[in-house]
């Protein structure tokens, strides 16, 4: 039996995030829709990841197998982008298909995941990044952008981030291994970067919360290391909003 | 009495065009609210063109007078456009503000207009230019981009347009002056930017239209003269689809 991943990207506006929610618009909702139609038989898809709702992805991953072993993908690999692609809305789209081994899990053979998060530093709204950046309402200095960048070095390493998790998530080991951390400018954005190898909820939104009283001399840089110390939510910002979030890329052994 | 002169962006996919259109929503409609709910009574806000719908701008300008002369803009202008952004919804911002004689016309006394049409050029959509750009469903490669822009060299010059006009349109004049044409490759689009002293109506669209069929190969390059000196729409290609197309820039006098 063939098992095919695929690589998504897709503007998270208009949905309640990644996860089936009955009937609720959602992204898995529209991929399962698209792919039993495209292949012609039932089809079980397996996302990388959640994402909440108003949260993008550049590179979410999706394995797919029939749910009957009476069924075949034979659509050749390199045709399946296009095939799923006429299915979907204009907002999600297939960048790439290839095959993988049939015990292969999209979500527990994964080693690093990296996101985006892209802030509009500015005082005028920029009409096309509706739903697409944090609106900040100011600029950024570039010593705005040296002491964020600065307090992201501090994430990196393995820490209990207790204190970046959303109250309410029960979860038995909240230790995680951040492999890399850097806030830099694009253009009018700017734009904090972070791999590791998983998230707790909400994790990067809080980390931008806190990156951004660092960036108001709320908090200073190196308070960061304590704050992880302490465990206590309290101590880091506010949980930023869901729409300068990406989900940039998913990692895999080989 | 005050006059005073915005700049504004839009992301013009969820609306009917810039124009009045009794209760349908359009960017006057949106525009006008704010600007009376900003300033706390009633303006006359002239636009400096129409767009259509699904049309976008990087840079349309609009006057702004109160309607009666008992009322005055005394707000800064420095402080306008935050002013009436605040009223606004995300996807509609002014970008700047200035003062203006009280005669002049934003409209009548424009002397240039720049517009830009953006093409995906994929064969895989891209869900963050949905009714953003035009997706194309292909890849143009750079002799495509070289024979388009050596096809829109054409445009330039002052001609009777009438070929690049969509059929209904009722003007007493097509000629107009274009000053500058060209196509260009940037990033993951390919785009054509056209300025004129006025364009006729779906012009822009048209032309775009007939690049495509440069890069086709259906037309050659060096036919665009005979088109044009045709002055027959049928001889012209399709009319592009609005979601490309961007009133870029408005130039004055002085």
Chains 1, 2 share one sequence.
Do not use: W
């Not at 039993?36 to 550049?58: I, Y």
């Not at 297939?94 to 998060?117: C, G, M, Q, T």
């Not at 308070?223 to 206590?232: A, F, H």
Request: charged share 25%; glycine share 8%; with cysteine.
């Amino acid at each position: 039996m063939r098992k095919v991943l695929i690589t998504i990207a897709y503007n998270g506006r208009g949905y309640h995030g990644y996860q089936l929610q009955e009937d609720l618009p959602t992204i898995a909702l529209m991929l399962n829709n698209a792919v039993n139609s495209a292949f012609g038989f039932e089809c079980n898809v397996t996302g990388c990841s959640r994402t909440d709702a108003g949260v993008h992805a550049l590179g979410f991953c999706a394995g797919i197998e029939p749910k009957s072993r009476d069924n075949e993908i034979t659509v050749p690999v390199e045709k399946i982008p296009i095939a799923i692609n006429i299915k979907l809305p204009p907002d999600i789209s297939v960048l790439s298909a290839k095959e993988v081994n049939v015990d292969f899990h999209p979500r527990y053979d994964a080693i690093k995941k990296e996101y985006v998060y892209k802030i509009h530093a500015s005082r005028i709204k920029n009409p096309f990044y509706d739903g697409l950046a944090l609106e900040y309402g100011r600029e950024i200095s570039d010593t705005g952008v040296e002491k964020m960048n600065e307090a992201a070095s501090y994430f990196v390493g393995t820490h209990h981030f207790d204190a970046f998790m959303s109250q309410g998530s029960s979860i038995d080991d909240t230790e995680r291994t951040v492999y890399s951390a850097k806030v830099e400018r694009n253009g009018d954005l700017v734009e904090f970067t972070v791999s590791a190898n998983g998230f707790l909820y909400n994790m990067v939104r809080i980390m931008v919360g806190t990156l951004l009283q660092v960036e108001r001399g709320k908090i200073p840089p190196n308070s960061i290391p304590g704050i992880i110390e302490s465990k206590n939510r309290e101590n880091a910002g506010f949980t930023a909003k869901p729409d300068g979030l990406y989900l940039k890329k998913i990692v895999y052994n080989s």
